[in-house]
């Protein structure tokens, strides 16, 4: 069992690809539906944190 396998929420990506259909883990379609971790929102197509302050991957996995 790999280190991803346990987890139960997906990470949102970075960045929205603009996919028709959305990808699950868009996160224009994670904001609408409540699923973006806390302290984070969506500026033009990114995912950005509410206080305006730098992330890593690592600390976004950290919040999820």
């Known amino acids: ?3 991803g396998k346990d987890r139960t929420r ?3 990506k970075l960045e929205c690809c603009e996919s028709r259909s959305k990808c ?3 996160p224009l379609r ?3 539906e409540g699923t973006l971790p806390e302290g984070y929102t ?3 197509r990114k995912l950005v ?3 305006g302050k730098k992330f890593t991957k690592k600390k976004l ?3 999820a």
């Open 61 to 63: 996995a950290k919040a």
């Open 24 to 26: 699950g883990r868009c």
């Open 49 to 51: 944190r509410v206080d």
């Open 42 to 44: 969506v500026k033009k």
């Open 1 to 3: 069992m790999g280190k």
């Open 30 to 32: 994670m904001l609408k």
């Open 10 to 12: 997906k990470l949102p």
